[in-house]
């Protein structure tokens, strides 16, 4: 499989983690688009969010990202969660935006 986040995830390609455990993986974005973005990526390759038939790796997805909202400092300041899917995503591995620290007008 030619898909970059399972490269991450076995350790074929190099990436210093935020957090790790054993089925969630959480990095910088490569190309930010406000001081704090950062992914949330299952370890396991899920192509898009209507594909997971793990009710428990869906939970603690959601679980992780409450977590790094508190890690990040964002717990009560602006912050964006985006999900991609159907195509849209540029890479179709799952993954979790945070993004976070804009501006009000800029959630608009």
């Not at 991450?8 to 001081?35: G, H, T």
């Not at 992780?64 to 195509?87: A, D, Y």
Request: aromatic share 6%; proline share 7%.
């Amino acid at each position: 499989m030619n898909c970059i986040f399972c490269k991450i995830a076995n350790k074929e390609i190099p990436k210093e983690f935020i957090y790790e455990d054993e089925d969630i993986m959480v990095f910088p974005d490569i190309n930010p688009s406000a001081p704090v973005h950062i992914l949330i990526v299952p370890k396991k390759h899920v192509p898009e969010m209507i594909a997971v038939d793990d009710p428990i790796l869906f939970q603690k997805i959601f679980q992780v990202v409450q977590k790094m909202i508190k890690t990040t400092g964002l717990t009560g300041k602006p912050h964006r969660i985006g999900i991609n899917g159907g195509g849209l995503q540029d890479i179709d591995h799952l993954h979790v935006h945070l993004i976070g620290q804009m501006s009000r007008k800029a959630e608009l």
